[in-house]
């Protein structure tokens, strides 16, 4: 009997120990590092934009040239913002940011004044802002992600036509993950 009794508490124990094997995968976070999209804000910058994200820290670079048919002027708008990370969450990410965009503005023209003469002229103005604030990025579809930011911004530095106002600024964007 106790031999039995033995084989049995062996077979057992041997059956509890294999079902202590962990089968879990080792967690990893597979959270994109790169994104591209299209963003829009008053201190990120107007455009195309590109996001590295690696880790809680992140950069983004925001931008776009816009030409006038006829030669008739442009406008450019280039931004970059660092970005960390708060709060990650399954799919609502809380963020914070600062940000900065240059915008330039040209315009070209002609017109003929009262006595026949064709008159050319230009105008140029260009601005730069800076900000910050706090983010929400809302993951979906498993590739993109849609952000909104919200903060404080100065509009208008070093710019002698137009002066320097303070206000709140929101940003708006649309990524894809790679």
């Known amino acids: ?95 914070g940011y600062v940000g900065n965009q240059y915008l330039n503005y040209n315009q070209n023209y002609s017109y003929t004044d009262i006595n026949g003469n064709l008159i050319e002229s230009s105008n140029s103005s260009s601005m730069y802002n800076i900000g910050t604030g706090f983010g929400f990025k809302f993951d979906f579809l498993d590739a993109f992600d849609f952000n909104f930011q919200t903060g404080i911004g100065m509009f208008g530095i070093a710019n002698k036509s137009f002066s320097t106002i303070t206000t709140l600024t929101a940003e708006i964007g649309l990524y894809y993950h790679l």
């Open 1 to 95: 009997m106790k031999k039995i009794s033995f084989i049995f508490i062996l077979f057992f124990s041997s059956f509890l120990s294999l079902s202590q094997v962990d089968t879990k995968k080792p967690i990893t976070n597979n959270k994109p590092v790169h994104y591209i999209g299209l963003s829009g804000g008053g201190v990120t910058g107007l455009g195309f934009s590109y996001r590295y994200w690696p880790s809680k820290w992140g950069i983004q670079i925001t931008g776009i040239p816009i030409f006038f048919a006829n030669k008739s002027g442009s406008f450019a708008s280039i931004g970059l913002s660092a970005l960390y990370t708060i709060k990650d969450n399954r799919f609502v990410d809380l963020y």
